[in-house]
C-alpha cells in the first residue's frame, strides 16, 4: 500500500469464484481465496466502486475501507441487478460515511450479509432499514 492509495485496482470489479468464508476480523485484502471471476454489475455502480477501490476516502480508516471492499466483493450479481431495478442510486450504495451520516448501504454492511433489497428498504441480516438512510451526503446522486 501506497499512501491512502491501493495498488492494483481491479477493473472490471472481481472477486473470487469460490466465496470465502467471511470472518469478524478484516483480512487486508479485498479479493481471496480461488480464481477470480468478473462481476458483472450496472455501470455507474462499477464507475463508483472502481474510484473507490483506487482510493481510499480520506474520511475512513484504512481497516475500515478494506472491509467496504471485501463487503462489495460478498454482493452477489443479482444483488446488483436488483438494487439497478429497484431504484438504488450510486450514492445510496457508495457514499461515504462522514461524521454522524451514516453513509451508502454497501458501508453499512460490516461484515453482515445483505439478506434482502427492494425499492423501500435493505435487510442487512435480520435487520431492516429503510432505503431513505441511504442518502449521498455529497448530493451527487441523491
Not at 463508483?48 to 478494506?66: I, Y
Request: charged share 25%; glycine share 10%; with cysteine.
Amino acid at each position: 500500500m501506497n499512501g491512502d492509495k491501493l495498488s492494483g485496482v481491479i477493473v472490471p470489479f472481481r472477486r473470487p469464484a469460490a466465496k470465502p468464508a467471511r470472518s469478524g476480523g478484516c483480512s487486508g485484502e479485498p479479493f481471496i481465496n480461488g480464481e477470480a471471476a468478473e462481476v458483472d454489475m450496472p455501470k455507474e455502480y462499477r464507475e463508483r466502486l472502481a474510484a473507490l477501490q483506487a482510493e481510499k476516502p480520506p474520511e475512513v480508516s484504512t481497516s475500515r475501507h478494506l472491509m467496504f471492499l471485501d463487503d462489495a466483493a460478498a454482493i452477489t450479481e443479482d444483488q446488483w441487478r436488483r438494487a439497478k431495478q429497484t431504484g438504488w442510486s450510486p450514492g445510496m450504495l457508495f457514499a461515504t460515511p462522514i461524521g454522524s451520516i451514516h453513509g451508502g448501504l454497501i458501508w453499512r454492511l460490516q461484515r453482515r450479509q445483505l439478506t434482502a433489497l427492494d425499492e423501500k428498504s435493505a435487510e442487512i441480516g435480520f435487520t431492516s432499514f429503510p432505503q431513505h438512510w441511504f442518502v449521498d451526503a455529497s448530493g451527487e446522486d441523491a
